[in-house]
């Protein structure tokens, strides 16, 4: 069974950190481009950061450069965001994807279900 689970949110303070993990099981993530999208309420679905099956050229929204860190351990089929400085537009759903293009078939994306973060006073 395929499956990315999302932990680690909650609600943290103007400026605070977060750590959000996704679990994968089913599959070996290291074989994925892994990705953290968002979602605030009614607004657009928007990636905030990407990493390679490299672990390099990851790349970041601008809204979270210098802020946010993606990051992944292939031992644990885990990857990360770590989130400093959060500021309250911060606030959304995340969610965890991995996608990989697999030839005759197409794109094959895999979604977690999300974790909620709430940055308010």
């Known amino acids: 069974q395929v499956q990315l689970v999302e932990s680690g949110g909650g609600l943290v303070q103007p400026g605070g950190s977060l750590r959000l993990s996704c679990a994968a099981s089913g599959f070996t993530s290291s074989s994925y481009a892994m990705r953290w999208y968002r979602q605030a309420p009614g607004k657009e679905r928007e990636l905030v950061a990407v990493i390679p099956s490299t672990g390099g050229g990851t790349n970041y929204a601008d809204s979270v450069k210098g802020r946010f860190a993606i990051s992944r351990d292939n031992a644990k089929n885990t990857v990360y965001l770590q989130m400093n400085s959060l500021k309250p537009e911060d606030t959304a759903v995340y969610y965890c994807?991995?996608?990989?293009?697999?030839?005759?078939?197409?794109?094959?994306?895999?979604w977690g279900q999300g974790t909620q973060v709430t940055v308010s006073s």
């Open positions: 994807n991995a996608g990989v293009v697999r030839v005759g078939v197409g794109l094959v994306q895999y």
